[in-house]
């Protein structure tokens, strides 16, 4: 039976709620209740991974997949091997299409405004976005950015979210739609949800909120549970996958780019690493790669810290 992981998000140390004016236990005991009821019960394999709860993953055991992979490539004795669309397809550089229509529907809980609008730029392969509107939502509180200095310079903050939940649902003196332009940019929205086709979350969102350097952290946080959660849910699947999206692709194609443009040898590449050119033969030649001509440069967040 699904439990929700509560204190992975109250306790979240750049959380901030206001449970004295928003009845987050309460929210949180109907929510768990009915993802029970609404998915659980239907069949659907729920994932939890901190502020991310990954509600339904279209391709279940990866049958769908492998059905739509086997058309693909004409082999009709055997249209449930699941490890054809990886092994016969990915590895082969062929369609991604046996998943561009397989989907996974992530709710977010504790969720700050910012990394809501870093998400929702993606409209290719986002079939679905269902956020509470602000006509009858109020915000759960106040996310720090990761990037603070000084946190305690956000108090303010949260007592300005606490004057317009005041404002606009306990004295009713303006209403929300208005007094929501008093927010904070870094405001805790409402739970929503969000459903990402598996071909759009390997090849573009996790590409740019994770794998590749440059995301804000707070948005790199959501994206890592996203990511912790469809693992949970398929292992396998998705650790193929980032073999051949992940991170080290960036060191790869800058290693590749550097040895074409700078024509280094071995040699060079013992010096850049302070051995000797014996060591360097007995030493693994892609990690050497990696660690010398493909190592990358701070992001612009990095640097600032």
Known sequence: ???????????????????????????????????????????????Q???VIALRATDQDRLSSAFKASLYLGKYRDMANTNRFLHNMVAAGHSYEPIRGESVLFLFIGVGKTVYDHLVTYTVGRPTRIAGGQRANVPWGFELPVEARNPDEYEEELERIRGVIRLAKQERVEQMQAARAK?????????????????????????????EKGAQGATVD???????????????????LIDYHGPHLQQWEKAMRTLRRDKFTLSDIADKLGISVDEALQSNLYDLLIESVGKLPPSMWERER
């Open 222 to 240: 959501v994206a890592t549970d996203m990511l912790n959660a469809v693992l949970q849910i398929d292992e396998e699947k998705w650790s193929f």
């Open 183 to 211: 927010l904070p940019v870094g405001y805790i929205m409402p739970p929503f949800l969000m459903e990402f086709s598996e071909e759009a979350l390997i090849k573009t969102v996790f590409r740019q909120r994770l794998f």
């Open 1 to 47: 039976m699904f439990h929700l992981d509560r204190s992975a998000i109250l306790t979240h140390d750049r959380l901030k709620f206001l449970h004295d004016v928003v009845p987050i236990d309460e929210h949180l005991d109907n929510i768990e209740k009915f993802i029970r009821i609404c998915y659980e019960e239907q069949g659907w394999q729920v994932a």
């Open 49 to 51: 991974s901190r502020r």
